[in-house]
Every structure is written in structure tokens, then in C-alpha cells.
């Protein structure tokens, strides 16, 4: 860290309190984060990668302030259900593709892992699974029968009473007097809720066969707003410094779980509520619907380097909606080029004015912390960039050390291609796949493979990662 004074606060934008608020470690050891992950049903499009971006952003620059991160972001592979209500997301793909639902859940999972390595976004400590976390699940949801938060429907599925929770409403705006029968809930039209804003925990199985769990209440599987509660309190000791998401998280999953993890501690759960506002794509909402949902491998196949999407997101505040259009991504292709060329020939003149570099960091450093005003800063390098006055060894500094936060890897030769080419890649994800399965001999069968195509692959306890062998 180059910041010579005291650290700087980073202040974002509470949804709750609809203020700036600074984040602060409660337990005066680590930034506790919770990102809510995917639902691995399909592929992440970029606009769910703009919203991953934005733990990226922060998880950065808390690092460079020197802090420690725990961050979690899970993975929904169950209980998501689709936009009716009817059918779990990863159910109704398995049977659209003829497959079995876990082996869709880490096909996609897989992918996802591959795209946030396509954006350097950071990697999170865990990436807790769903349908792995059912005994947390089933715990909470037995604490909150104990405290009358939740009862036991004839149906055998278990509700949240959301009348037990007097600051419901407080992120979204939602209060229950105010939310009348009808209104889309999870579950609305389930038939023994005891008030209409009630929610399913748990929900009895019926005529479903796949990813069913026995339970106390019978067979069922989880809600998907008591997955997020679950993991959030169980692998972050029980408080969030600060919870992110998508605007259309909101309202009710963000809503639901402040109640759930309130009632479960007897007091507030989260100190900050982040959202980052949605996408569009060339004017209109990214959807399957109106045929534009871009996805990361498209950019590869277009031959843009992934990370022009993420200097488009950054050119922009995560709080606005942002239009993207293949026009903007060749712009930031160029500019990135055009930044790593010079990078390479500033570096070559090694006189650096120390304290001008510092204070030139400081100052953008200073904006990131500014409820991440990443355009603010990107305005201010190419100030720099452009200078008559400033010192070639001066400007690299700065490049250099800002991109620690931006990850944009303004350091890597202009001409270096990152991204694998589609035949490799699709490897890659056939391996994790065959590893999930437990079927180690074709996971053997396409490492030797890859190597052959001077790829190595390492396994850890996140999953698969992957470097090129350099011969000597
Ligand atoms: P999903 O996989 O649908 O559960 O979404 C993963 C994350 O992406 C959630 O935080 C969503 O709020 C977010 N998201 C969905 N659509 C968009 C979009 N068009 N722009 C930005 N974020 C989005
Ligand atoms: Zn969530």
C-alpha cells in the first residue's frame, strides 16, 4: 500500500438506511462479505458479471487498504424456483437437456468459475453449495420454530411468519401493510400459509422425486432465501459486515433473509446492504426473451479481450443502469491496448518522483472509496495518461499500482492473448464436470489431454485451476 496517512474509510451506499455508510470489520479482525452466487442453471450472462464485478471492486480496494477479507458467495443448485413458481430452475433444465440435475448444477458451476477467471474477479474463500448445506438449513429452520418466527403448515412444508418480524419492509420499502394478497412471493399460491407475505422454509416434496431431502417436517428441499441465511451466519461467525447483490435481490430474497438472520441473533445481521443496478445490453433488459443475453465466451469469440468488459464496468457507477453495446467493448479493447503499449514504454524511463506518484494514488484510491466512483478514477488515469507534464517513470507507478484494484493487468504485453480457445476450455469444464461425478479416470484421461496442449491443471479444495506449462 502506497497510501502514506491514515487509511483511508471506504463508504458505500447502505439499501437500508439509503445512506452512505463506512465499512468496518465488527470483529476487528476481517471484512466479513456475502455475495449471493448464481443459480447454475444456465450460463452467467454479463450482466450477472457486473454484479459479481462489484465484490470484486470492493474486495480490491479493501486489500489494498490492507485489510483482511473472508468472502462467501454461495452456489444456488437447488430451490430456486422458476418466474411462475412451478418448478425449481435446475430441475426444468435437466429435463429440457436430458440430464441429471447435479451434473447441469456443476456444468454451469464450472462455467461460472471460468468466467470469474476470464474478469480476475478475486476468488472467494468458499463457494458453499446449496444442496450441500442442508443440515445448516434444517438447523436454522428449527431455531426459528423454537422462537415462533416459523410454523409447520397441513401441507408439511414450513413458513416463515413474516408478521413475527416487526422491521419487515425496511430494505425494499415493502412493509406488510402495504403488500396486498397476490403480490409475487415465493410460493404465493401455496394453500396453508396463515398470511399471505409468509414464505416457505422448507417444502414438502409431493410429487417431486429429484433433489428431495428427509427432514423432521417430511421429505422436501429448501426455500431458496434460507440457503443465504444459512450460509451467511454459519461460515461468517454469525454477522456480515457488509451483503451484495443484484437490485432485483431486494426485494423479497434480500427482504426475507433480514428476517430470517435477525430473528435467528435477536438483532441486525448485516450492517450493509449493497446493490449494484442491472445491465442492458444495446437499450434493453439482457433476457432470453429479447434475444440479447451476451454471454463471456462470446466476447472471447469476437476476440475481445474478457477484461474490456470489465473496463466497461468500471466507466460506469454500479448504481446506475448501464447499457452495453458490442461498440463500447471494442472501445475498451482498444484502450486497453493502447494503455498496456504505453505501460511498457513508460517503464522503461526509471526515474520516479515518489511523492508525486503517492499523491496521485491517494487521490484515486481516494475515489474508489468514495462508494467505489471507479469513473471518477478511470477519468483521472487518462488525465495522467495525457499529461506533457508528468514523468514517464511517474505515470507507470501510478498505472501500476492502481491497477492492483482495477485488475485490468495494464502490466501484461499488449500482444498476449489470456483467454483459452474454446476447444481447451470446454475440456476444462468436461473435467470438472467428470471430477464432480467422481469419475477419476476420464478427469485423468483429460488432464494428460490438456497437458498435451501445455495446460496443467491443479486441484484444490475451491476446484479446478489451470496454468500454461512453459517449457524451458
Ligand atoms: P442469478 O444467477 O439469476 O441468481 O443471478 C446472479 C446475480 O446476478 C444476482 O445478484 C442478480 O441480482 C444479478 N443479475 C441478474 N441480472 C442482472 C443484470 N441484467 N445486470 C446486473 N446484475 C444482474
Ligand atoms: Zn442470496
Known sequence: MKLTNQRPQINLFDTKTRQLQPLTS?????LRIYGCGPTVYRDAHV????????????????KYLGYEIKF???ITDVGHMSEDFVEDKILAQAKAES??????????EARFHSDLKHLNITVANKYPKASECIDLMHDLINKLLNKNHAYVGSDNCVYFSAQSFSGYGAISGNRLDSLKPGHRFEYSEAGSKKFHADWALWKAAENRTE??????WGKGFPGWHVECSAMSLHYLDGFVDLHLGGIDLRFPHHENERAQSNC???KEAVAIWLHGEHLLFEGRKMAKSSNNVVLVSDLIAKKLDPLALRLCFLENRYRSQMDLSWDSLKAANQLLLRWREKISTWKSNDYVDSTESSSLISEIILDICNDLDTPRALQKLRMIEKSQTLNDGVKYEVFREIDAVFGLDLLRPASQIQSLPDHLEEMLIQRQTARSKGDYSESDRLRDLLAKNAIAVNDSKDGQTWNWIISE
Open 26 to 30: 465488527s470483529d476487528g479482525k476481517s
Open 72 to 74: 462467501i458467495q454461495n
Open 211 to 216: 433433489m428431495i431431502w428427509n427432514s423432521p
Open 264 to 266: 435467528i441473533i435477536d
Open 47 to 62: 450482466g450477472n458479471m457486473r454484479t459479481f464485478l462489484l465484490s470484486d471492486i470492493v474486495i480490491r480496494v479493501a
Open 99 to 108: 440430464k441429471d440435475p447435479y451434473e447441469i448444477a456443476r456444468v454451469y
